[in-house]
């Protein structure tokens, strides 16, 4: 198996780096700890507060431990008391002033090996939380975060209990199963994003989808509900059932030459009830709302709509707080299974847009390998096969739009080669932007302990000004380093 972690054949890239940058570590925090004396001192004198906020925190394996609290280490505030006149007050409520929080990505793997060492249970997972910094700034949306972590591996476990019972019963049965976490949206106001839960291979229909979502305020961690972006949920219903009426229904003639013999009006009062029940979920993202329906509610497939701010023309179906929050420039994630409808040019009206893993038989293991990623938008396709078949576990893929434009960028390694790759939706196109050696910054694994198959977490993009990357054009650690990199319209890295 490949990991991201990984660069040379015979020195890693994660541990070298790791190794030098604690012998480094331990010299600054000798240092630190007199100058802290100093500096504690010093403030006194002047009269200013200490500030304790934790710089880093122990993540363990949630799946197979309780997560632990440690001690932070405190930090001096040595800044000079404001005049009176210069106090700024907190924001309160939903306002706030402190910035986008730095999100991680964290990524496990859970086998049960078979037979023949055959995977009869082949889980994924994946979740966000925020690094020690913004966790420390953002306390109760670190909290939050924490919550959904546990709400997702609360039923992860729960399935793989049951997968694990029924292989017992009978061992011919194989699970692919993925509970994943995709972004929607991440601003100075809001979070938002949605988990899907995926089992291929169970049902005559294909993949069994389902999907949970949550959305917070930033500066308070609160949950947001729909009615607080909403103003007329009526109208939004209205829209909302017209969308995936018609969508469902083209499907089902597709596939089973067959429709859901309803009308609308029916159809838009089970979406209403679907809400409450929770098998239709929503995110906030920076056009709009999108909304997902689960698998085997109204079809055997899952579907999704989105219902866009450039559509309320008449400014009543969002509250205007929300509708003012629209973004230009921004970066989301796609689910893998059921894609995304996004308005690529900017023209008001949104495409369909897919960006997936592909997989080939591997006759020598008699399973499945991760070969390509598959593109498509707007009825445009393209498969991109790895450079060596099986040469990556996984993608890492963000949607990046800017200037009225829309890229793909994919992140993924072959055998120790880490790409940064981009692909630009054209109007009826998709054609092949730019590529550099890279990867996505990851996170110390000092400071987050992955346990079992876990890889260790990278900072998610979420301005498409500043990605943080690690960088190099050597096999050792000391070629690579920390970078920021941009994309334009097409498809052009900077660094």
């Known amino acids: 198996m490949s990991d991201e972690e990984t660069i040379g054949d015979e020195v890693t890239l994660e541990s070298t780096r790791e190794s030098k940058k604690e012998g480094r570590r331990e010299i600054h925090m000798k240092i630190r700890s007199s100058l802290t004396i100093i500096i504690c001192f010093i403030s006194i004198m002047l009269l200013a507060g200490c500030d304790n906020s934790p710089d880093s925190s122990d993540i363990s394996d949630k799946f197979k431990d309780k997560l632990t609290d440690i001690e932070k280490p405190q930090k001096v505030d040595t800044s000079e008391p404001k005049a009176e006149q210069e106090v700024v007050e907190e924001p309160s409520g939903n306002e706030t002033s402190k910035g986008v929080p730095k999100l991680l990505l964290f990524r496990q793997n859970a086998f049960e090996w078979g037979e023949d060492s055959i995977p009869a249970i082949k889980h994924q997972f994946t979740y966000l939380l925020l690094d020690g910094e913004s966790a420390g ?17 609360s039923k992860q476990q729960e399935a793989w209990d049951k997968d694990l019972k029924s292989i017992k019963e009978n061992d011919l049965i194989h699970f692919d199963e993925s509970w994943k976490v ?23 229909d294909g993949a069994y989808t389902e999907y949970t979502a949550h959305s917070y305020y930033v500066d308070s961690g609160k949950e947001i509900a729909l009615s607080d972006v909403i103003a007329d949920e009526n109208a939004f219903f209205d829209l909302l059932s017209d969308k995936m009426y018609e969508s469902i229904n083209y499907n089902l003639q597709q596939y089973y030459s067959d429709d859901m013999g309803i009308d609308k009006e029916t159809f838009k009062n089970e ?10 979920t929503w995110t906030l993202d920076p056009f709009g709302v999108t909304c997902y329906l689960s698998a085997y509610t109204r079809a055997p497939f899952a579907d999704s709509s989105v219902i866009l701010f450039s559509e309320d023309v008449d400014h009543t179906i969002f509250t205007d707080d929300f509708r003012e929050s629209a973004r230009d420039e921004y970066v989301i994630q796609l689910p893998g299974y059921i894609g ?12 369909y847009v897919d960006a997936t893993e592909f997989y080939d038989y591997n006759e020598e293991y008699d399973d499945m390998e991760l070969s390509g990623l598959h593109l498509s938008c707007a009825g445009d396709w393209k498969n991109i096969p790895t450079t060596m078949p099986g040469g990556t576990d996984f993608y890492n893929i963000f949607l990046i739009h800017k200037d009225g434009s829309t890229i793909i960028l994919e992140n993924h390694d072959e055998y120790d080669t880490s790409f940064l790759n981009t692909y630009v939706f054209a109007r009826h196109e998709l054609r092949e932007g730019d590529s550099a050696r890279g990867c996505l910054e990851w996170a110390s694994q000092k400071d987050y302990d992955i346990n079992g198959e876990g890889y260790t ?17 050597g096999d050792y650690a000391e070629d690579w380093s920390p970078a920021v990199i941009s994309t334009d319209s097409k498809g052009n890295i900077a660094f």
């Open 340 to 351: 995304s409808n996004i308005d690529v040019n900017d023209s008001g009206v949104p495409s």
């Open 137 to 153: 700034t953002y306390k109760a949306l670190a909290a939050s975060l924490e919550d959904a972590r546990d709400e997702m591996l």
């Open 457 to 473: 977490p990278v900072y998610i993009p979420t301005d498409p000004a500043r990605i943080r990357v690690l960088t190099g054009d």
């Open 182 to 204: 995709y972004l929607r949206r991440a601003d100075e106001k809001y979070l938002s994003f949605v988990s899907e839960s995926c089992s291929e291979g169970l049902f005559d």
């Open 271 to 280: 979406l209403k009830d679907y809400m409450k029940s929770g098998k239709l």
